[in-house]
C-alpha cells in the first residue's frame, strides 16, 4: 500500500510538470504573439485551448488523492493531446499545401465566437490566417513544434494509463 502512495505522488507530480509546461507553451506563444508579432490563426487559437485544456486536467489530477480521479483526469488531458495532434497535424497540412484564402479564414468566425475570445480578446482573438508561414526555429515550423509538443504530452499519458490501469481503488 505505501508503494501505491508513493507512485501516486510521482504519477501527481509529473502531472504538475505537464501542466507548467502547457502552461509556458501558450505564454511562449503569447511572446510570439506580442513580442514578434507574429498573428495567431483560428489552427494556432485552437491549439491554445488544447495546452489550457491539458494544463487544466493535469493540475486538477495533480491535487486528487486517488487513482479512479487522477486516472480520469489523465485520460481527459490524453485526449485533448489527441486533438492537439489532430489540430496541428491539420496546420502543418495547411501550410505545406496553401490554398486561396482571399484573406479570409473559414475557421475565423466560429473560432471568435467562442466565450474565451470574449472574455481575453489579446490572447484567444484570431488575428492571422492558417497559410502565414513565420520564419522557422531550429528547422521546424511553429505548427510542426506544436505537434511535436502535443505529442510529448500525449504518449506519457497514454503509456500511463496503460501502465496504472488496475490501480483504481
Same mark, same amino acid.
Given at each position: 500500500?505505501?508503494?501505491?502512495?508513493?507512485?501516486?505522488? /510521482?504519477?501527481?507530480?509529473?502531472? +504538475?510538470?505537464?501542466?507548467?509546461?502547457?502552461?509556458?507553451? +501558450?505564454?511562449?506563444?503569447?511572446?510570439?504573439?506580442?513580442?514578434? #508579432?507574429?498573428?495567431?490563426?483560428?489552427?494556432?487559437?485552437?491549439? /491554445?485551448?488544447?495546452?489550457?485544456?491539458?494544463?487544466?486536467?493535469?493540475?486538477?489530477?495533480?491535487?486528487?488523492?486517488?487513482?479512479?480521479?487522477? /486516472?480520469?483526469?489523465?485520460?481527459?488531458?490524453?485526449?485533448?493531446?489527441?486533438?492537439?495532434?489532430?489540430?496541428?497535424?491539420? #496546420?502543418?497540412? +495547411?501550410?505545406?499545401?496553401?490554398?486561396?484564402?482571399?484573406?479570409?479564414?473559414?475557421?475565423? @468566425?466560429?473560432?471568435? &465566437?467562442?466565450?474565451?475570445? #470574449?472574455?481575453?480578446?489579446? +490572447?484567444?482573438?484570431? *488575428?492571422?490566417?492558417?497559410?502565414?508561414?513565420? @520564419?522557422?526555429?531550429?528547422?521546424?515550423?511553429? @505548427?510542426?513544434?506544436?505537434?511535436?509538443?502535443?505529442?510529448?504530452?500525449?504518449?506519457?499519458?497514454?503509456? &500511463?494509463?496503460?501502465?496504472?490501469?488496475?490501480?483504481? *481503488?
Amino acid at each position: 500500500m505505501n508503494n501505491d502512495n508513493a507512485m501516486l505522488r /510521482r504519477e501527481r507530480s509529473l502531472l +504538475v510538470l505537464l501542466a507548467l509546461v502547457c502552461v509556458a507553451l +501558450v505564454g511562449g506563444a503569447l511572446y510570439m504573439q506580442y513580442g514578434l #508579432h507574429e498573428d495567431p490563426c483560428p489552427l494556432c487559437i485552437l491549439q /491554445r485551448y488544447f495546452f489550457l485544456l491539458i494544463a487544466i486536467f493535469a493540475f486538477l489530477g495533480a491535487r486528487l488523492g486517488s487513482w479512479r480521479g487522477v /486516472r480520469l483526469l489523465e485520460t481527459l488531458a490524453a485526449l485533448s493531446a489527441l486533438a492537439g495532434i489532430v489540430t496541428a497535424a491539420r #496546420h502543418v497540412y +495547411v501550410q505545406a499545401n496553401p490554398g486561396f484564402s482571399c484573406g479570409f479564414d473559414a475557421l475565423q @468566425p466560429v473560432v471568435d &465566437s467562442l466565450p474565451p475570445a #470574449h472574455w481575453l480578446p489579446g +490572447v484567444f482573438k484570431v *488575428a492571422g490566417l492558417c497559410e502565414t508561414a513565420y @520564419p522557422p526555429i531550429l528547422g521546424l515550423s511553429l @505548427p510542426m513544434w506544436s505537434l511535436v509538443a502535443f505529442v510529448v504530452m500525449f504518449v506519457p499519458l497514454a503509456l &500511463s494509463l496503460v501502465k496504472n490501469r488496475r490501480r483504481i *481503488a
